[in-house]
């Protein structure tokens, strides 16, 4: 499912234009990923675990990110122990109201759905260095649904986002270009993958902001969230409106 920048921009209108903007800027603040193992870093982030309850997000004990190595040939199998979310971006109300509108997005049965990963990323470009999003190449994510919301892209070409069914045959692409455009997928049944982050044309660098967002069962005495209904399984995929 691929939807356009008015679903958040709408569900963020309440919490107003200063807090969206302390939020998004809060990705000039992130730590390099010491995980990708290249002399120059190209790619920044924190990482937050939540149970999602009614109205609210519960931040959980910080913990490593775990993939498993069927999933993530790069990175599976090791932990990777990433700086921690900052405490106004994890308890403030842009990141509740996000990660509740993503959830009621999901394309597909939601019931259960009770925690969340939450990821901000940078990745960047430079005319020497190109950022790789996704260095595994295409691939899930070892969890259920799987949220990308572009926060900023500011001198890239490149970054096509594109999903693929289990038998890697492609089913959607989208350069994302327009900050709270965002991508939800079902990541049992779907692969995705990014394509190299380049300065543009005349551009000496590139920045690309992401938020992703995991849901998966927490096994939480809460899996069923205020008003949860099963939605009706909609297309994996559909075009932004
Ligand atoms: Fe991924």
Redesign the pocket.
């Known amino acids: 499912m691929h939807f356009g920048p008015e679903v958040l921009g709408a569900a963020l209108e309440g919490a107003g234009a200063g807090a969206v903007e302390e939020f998004t800027g809060s990705w000039d603040d992130l730590p390099a990923d010491t995980h990708l193992g290249t002399g120059t870093p190209y790619r920044f982030r924190r990482y937050g675990l939540f149970r999602i309850r009614p109205g609210r997000l519960e931040r959980l004990p910080h913990t490593a990110f775990f993939q498993d190595k069927s999933v993530n040939k790069v990175h599976g199998g090791v932990p990777r122990l990433f700086a921690p979310l900052s405490a106004s971006v994890a308890g403030g109300e842009v990141l509740r109201t996000v990660v509740h509108t993503l959830r009621r997005h999901l394309p597909g049965p939601r019931a259960g759905m009770d925690t969340c990963g939450v990821h901000q990323i940078r990745v960047t470009a430079t005319t020497r260095t190109e950022g790789h999003p996704?260095p595994e190449g295409v691939?899930q994510?070892g969890h259920c649904y799987?949220a990308q919301v572009l926060i900023r892209r500011e001198g890239v070409s490149g970054a096509e986002s594109a999903l693929y069914d289990l038998r890697s045959r492609p089913v959607h692409r989208a350069v994302l270009t327009t900050p709270l455009e965002t991508i939800v997928l079902d990541d049992r049944r779907l692969l995705?993958g990014v394509s190299p982050v380049r300065p543009a044309p005349g551009a000496s660098c590139g920045v690309r902001d992401m938020l992703l967002v995991d849901f998966f069962p927490g096994g939480g005495d809460d899996a069923r969230g205020e008003g949860d209904v099963a939605l009706p399984v909609e297309g994996d995929v559909a075009s932004p409106g």
């Open positions: 996704a691939h994510d799987v995705h």
